[in-house]
């Protein structure tokens, strides 16, 4: 009797195991299976954005992919990325015209007329830092906005705007050719929202360079290496899946709209670096959102971001002037509308008419936020 009752025992005790372990099992196959047509859901909506061409991958260079060309009017800077080769001049033809650009000794836009007028003496000095739009991409030095803004104003100007540059590189420039001298009465940061992708880029294919990349840390941009690249399933996915890419447009719009998210953390990090360093020097600061045609919305996160510094109480270097210490011009609520005949049709950049509208808005702006300009 002991002896069976011991197996009845054993018996009891193994169904009881059995028993506890068949739930266990079944929650792991729901997940299985959960996860195989979540897998499976992703792949139809993959195929069905490649059938229909939509969402096509759009790669993140990663740091080490390529290496840096040949150009002929531009040469590789390790801070900033690149610059134009310094006293370079040459003409670069948009839309069937034909542009003169000469560089300074550092590489950046100057006037490129020999008999340029001087600015008036003891005049104020501008500042811009930006990409093509700002750099004048499509018309004579004269004709930027940057230069008709300082007439208007009667300022100085000096441009320190790159084709091709990221939110990234504005900052670097800003620290290292603008703030590293004598301080600038006033500093324009011209952006479209394609510089805030280029910021997540460790090379730019349009003009051949590798540029510094960077990773936000405690809302902080820090140096970012080959350790922070993309593994080898993330890559995959970042050069092939339009799923993937689907996700990273979702990033952009969430962040161009709501200020959230990767795209938008970093690109703030940068900006907020920017904005400390000229605290720090006592300049002012003007922000203009240049809207595209081909994108023409506002950028609600942007005017977030400079509304809130601009809250905060100037530092002792603004003691007694009027005005914020920063402010922001966003293009797409300054017009209804892209103005008749202010970009080119085919390239996409401002032409002479529309830097002078660009120049006409920001005039008024200075006029009005800061009314004891240029103290």
């Known amino acids: 009797m002991d002896h069976a009752a011991g197996n009845r025992a054993r018996s009891v ?24 047509a979540l897998l499976v859901g992703l792949l139809l909506l993959d195929g069905a954005l490649a059938l229909f061409g939509a969402v096509p991958p759009e790669p993140i260079a990663q740091v080490g992919d390529q290496a840096n060309q040949s150009r002929k009017h531009f040469v590789a800077d390790l801070e900033l990325g690149w610059r134009m080769r310094p006293g370079t ?19 950046f836009r100057i006037d490129e007329r020999p008999n340029a007028p001087a600015p008036p003496a003891g005049a104020p000095l501008i500042a811009l830092v930006g990409d093509s739009f700002t750099f004048g991409s499509g018309v004579a030095f004269a004709d930027t906005y940057g230069a008709r803004l300082a007439d208007a104003l009667g300022a100085a100007v000096l441009n320190r705007a790159q084709p091709g540059f990221g939110v990234d590189q504005m900052w670097r420039a800003a620290e290292l050719e603008v703030l590293s001298g004598p301080p600038p009465d006033l500093l324009i940061v011209g952006l479209i929202q394609d510089d805030f992708q280029r910021t997540l880029h460790a090379y730019r294919a349009a003009e051949g ?82 809207a595209t045609v081909a994108g023409w919305r506002p950028f609600p ?57 660009v120049a006409t808005l920001l005039a008024n702006v200075v006029r009005r936020h800061w009314s004891d300009w240029p103290r």
């Open 13 to 36: 005790i193994g169904g009881a195991v059995a028993a506890a372990g068949r739930p266990q099992r079944a929650l792991w196959q729901r997940l299985a299976l959960s996860l195989g």
């Open 89 to 107: 001049s040459y003409r670069w033809r948009t839309e069937g015209q034909e542009f003169p650009f000469r560089a300074d000794d550092r590489g």
């Open 209 to 290: 360079f590798s540029k510094p990349r960077f990773k936000a840390e405690r809302g902080r941009p820090v140096p970012s290496g080959r350790e922070d690249n993309l593994g080898p399933l993330a890559r995959i996915l970042d050069r092939r899946s339009r799923t993937f890419t689907l996700w990273k447009t979702i990033d952009r719009r969430l962040g161009q709209q709501w200020g959230v998210g990767h795209w938008w953390e970093l690109n703030a990090a940068c900006l907020d670096a920017l904005l400390d360093a000229t605290q720090a020097r006592g300049v002012r600061v003007l922000v203009v959102h240049i």
């Open 301 to 357: 996160a942007l005017k977030e971001l400079v509304a809130a510094r601009a809250a905060v109480p100037g530092a002792a270097a603004f003691a007694g002037r009027s005005g914020p210490t920063v402010a922001f011009v966003d293009l797409a609520e300054g017009w209804a509308a892209p103005p008749q005949n202010a970009y080119y049709p085919r390239d996409g950049h401002l032409n002479a008419h529309g830097h002078d509208a």
